[in-house]
């Protein structure tokens, strides 16, 4: 039983409540909260040695490590379409960690509380042998019972994605905007037409597939459409780190095709680009450069295995 | 700087919202969220070599692992007066674990969701060299604006707690059954009676403290009065470990003295020990089994640093 395979035995027997609306499985989980509000809720984290270093060359300051654990967070909350409110923050220390690293870490963790208006509620600070650790809780708010999933893409749905794609361990992946901003002008602008969205944090080819198995669906993606990132141009092999890098931290969308005018007069300063459509079946295809339709393995970034 | 006053500092500093209505310093924060409950919010966590140990005489099965995170998350819960509705669970295997350990401990996680009737609304699963660490995070609710803090100890005020103190080292601190249904029959007789309450999970001179501290009150404590654990009788020093033994896991509640009648009727099946009032100033006393007035010095178990 691989990880892949132990998650789906957890989600399957965990246990609920009546006021569940959104289980496992999906971005942030829904509460119907008494009240008009939608409720999301979210727990990510970032571990030493597979989430960040803090040695060698791609060492990353603990400014960094802080921002990154509350982004991430963030991004979830961002493919609900939704707004954080309140984080909760748990942090493990290697003993004998100085203080200036501590501090460093909360400047890094409130910096994105304050850059989206949103509260640090609490949290809960340990010492041990293991590595540095930051677990972020959130919880966000949306318009009731309207909070985006991986579920609900339909054949003929647009795929947008936010941004450019491939070669975020250069240095995005410590330093990105979860995309809360972009995510808040796209509900505005286009309601109920957002029928899907995922963050992609497994890379595109992973998401992408979490996004039709999700919603039952297949898909084709035209691989001269997808935005790559100047870190991705610079490899030999720029669409294969566009699809299988992980954390971009971009939202790949599903829309309804008559949103279409209203999406492409969005004009978001990260950029939103149509990259393929929702088809029927189960499986996703790329359209390649060499004007072939290629079955898109389902191959991407597992944390932890590399 | 030591770890209490890096914490100060964070509190200090947390950036806020306006439906924050408790903030960091207690044991849940609450946010006045549309409607007519309240919400509660926690972080907990349990890491390898500090909360418990997977090796030697003392070990934990993944089991207890699991419970002890989810349980320890539900017992501020309980010192807010509420009831958890849904969880969040983020765990770090060292990798290479075996996967029945991790199947073990999510069935210790998800049998104290059932017996509390509360959801698993989602997690992340990391492997990483860092030892095992189990992140809970909790959403609670209450009759609105009432959870309880630690702060609002009146003087005259009377001490109680539930169950019995010290010694959980031995045993209990992996097995114990948080204060939940206790909180709620409490709630339920004594409404606005209850005027604080803090689960003890540093032992009871430093949890009292922080009660003291956040209430701007002293207290007086009777060590004739204070229930003792079997496991705290069997020591050299039973109240030396009632004192300062961590992770009892009991409520200690401040109720006005107009409840005492109706507290005394209330049967609950771990106990209820009145121990002590709150009395004007800022320091705690225990008046001895010799007869006499002693300040409860501010020492305790300090996660981490035994």
């Given at each position: 039983m691989g990880e892949r395979a132990l998650i789906r035995t957890f989600r399957k027997h965990a246990p609920t409540h009546p006021w569940l609306t959104i289980g496992p499985g999906q971005d942030c989980a829904a509460l119907r909260w008494d009240g008009r509000r939608e409720l999301v809720f979210k727990i990510d984290q970032v571990q030493e040695g597979t989430h960040f270093l803090l040695k060698g060359k791609e060492r990353?300051?603990?400014?960094?490590?802080?921002?990154?654990?509350?982004?991430?967070?963030?991004?979830d909350i961002a493919a609900a379409g939704c707004w954080p409110v309140a984080a909760m923050v748990a942090v493990n220390l290697k003993k004998g960690t100085d203080e200036k690293i501590a501090l460093e870490l909360y400047r890094g963790i409130t910096?994105?509380?304050?850059?989206?208006?949103?509260?640090?509620?609490?949290?809960?600070?340990?010492?041990?042998?293991?590595?540095?650790?930051?677990?972020?809780?959130?919880?966000?708010e949306g318009p009731r019972g309207a909070a985006w999933t991986r579920a609900g893409a339909k054949p003929?749905?647009?795929?947008?994605?936010?941004?450019?794609?491939?070669?975020?361990?250069?240095?995005?992946?410590?330093?990105?905007?979860?995309?809360?901003?972009?995510?808040?002008?796209?509900r505005a602008a286009l309601g109920k037409n957002v029928h899907a969205c995922i963050d992609i944090t497994d890379g595109l080819s992973r998401d992408l597939h979490h996004l039709c198995e999700e919603s039952g669906v297949g898909a084709v993606i035209w691989e001269r459409l997808v935005p790559l990132s100047a870190a991705a141009r610079r490899d030999a092999h720029p669409f294969a780190r566009a699809l299988s890098?992980?954390?971009?931290?971009?939202?790949?969308?599903?829309?309804?095709?008559?949103?279409?005018?209203?999406?492409?007069?969005?004009?978001?300063?990260?950029?939103?680009?149509?990259?393929?459509?929702?088809?029927?079946?189960?499986?996703a295809h790329?359209?390649?450069?060499?004007?072939?339709?290629?079955?898109?393995s389902d191959v991407g970034y597992e944390h932890g295995t590399q």
């Amino acid at each position: 039983m691989g990880e892949r395979a132990l998650i789906r035995t957890f989600r399957k027997h965990a246990p609920t409540h009546p006021w569940l609306t959104i289980g496992p499985g999906q971005d942030c989980a829904a509460l119907r909260w008494d009240g008009r509000r939608e409720l999301v809720f979210k727990i990510d984290q970032v571990q030493e040695g597979t989430h960040f270093l803090l040695k060698g060359k791609e060492r990353a300051t603990p400014y960094q490590v802080g921002w990154k654990a509350m982004a991430k967070t963030c991004s979830d909350i961002a493919a609900a379409g939704c707004w954080p409110v309140a984080a909760m923050v748990a942090v493990n220390l290697k003993k004998g960690t100085d203080e200036k690293i501590a501090l460093e870490l909360y400047r890094g963790i409130t910096a994105c509380c304050r850059k989206y208006r949103f509260a640090l509620a609490g949290g809960d600070l340990s010492a041990s042998k293991n590595g540095l650790s930051v677990v972020v809780s959130l919880i966000g708010e949306g318009p009731r019972g309207a909070a985006w999933t991986r579920a609900g893409a339909k054949p003929g749905d647009l795929l947008y994605v936010t941004g450019t794609l491939g070669g975020s361990r250069a240095h995005k992946h410590l330093d990105f905007a979860p995309r809360l901003d972009e995510a808040r002008a796209i509900r505005a602008a286009l309601g109920k037409n957002v029928h899907a969205c995922i963050d992609i944090t497994d890379g595109l080819s992973r998401d992408l597939h979490h996004l039709c198995e999700e919603s039952g669906v297949g898909a084709v993606i035209w691989e001269r459409l997808v935005p790559l990132s100047a870190a991705a141009r610079r490899d030999a092999h720029p669409f294969a780190r566009a699809l299988s890098d992980g954390e971009d931290f971009e939202l790949l969308l599903a829309v309804s095709p008559r949103a279409r005018a209203k999406m492409e007069r969005l004009k978001l300063r990260c950029g939103m680009t149509l990259i393929g459509c929702v088809a029927r079946g189960t499986s996703a295809h790329v359209y390649t450069r060499e004007k072939r339709f290629v079955k898109l393995s389902d191959v991407g970034y597992e944390h932890g295995t590399q």
